[in-house]
């Protein structure tokens, strides 16, 4: 069931160890408690992202927003 509220965009990072990733996402604003918005239903796509990035697959990571890919010193 989907929390009823304001419906906002924001930029989360993923982090790997190779590269990062700029990901937007849709947060809500819960009207019962409008102090801090919620991930939902961002997390599972956050999690996948995770995971692409754990495993370095920057093709696959491209699809859901900008990579920035560690150089080697």
Same mark, same amino acid.
């Given at each position: 069931?989907?929390?009823?509220?304001?419906?906002?965009?924001?930029?989360?990072?993923?982090?790997?160890?190779?590269?990062?990733?700029?990901?937007?996402? /849709?947060?809500?604003?819960? +009207?019962? +408690? *409008?102090?801090?918005?919620?991930?939902? *239903?961002?997390?599972?796509?956050? +999690? /996948?992202?995770?995971?692409?990035?754990?495993?370095?697959?920057?093709? /696959?990571?491209?699809?859901?927003?900008?990579?920035?890919?560690?150089?080697?010193?």
């Amino acid at each position: 069931m989907a929390v009823p509220g304001k419906r906002i965009r924001a930029i989360k990072w993923i982090a790997g160890d190779r590269c990062a990733v700029r990901v937007e996402v /849709e947060e809500v604003v819960p +009207d019962f +408690d *409008p102090s801090e918005p919620v991930l939902e *239903p961002a997390v599972e796509l956050l +999690d /996948e992202v995770q995971r692409l990035a754990n495993e370095g697959k920057l093709d /696959e990571l491209a699809r859901y927003g900008d990579v920035y890919v560690r150089r080697s010193a």
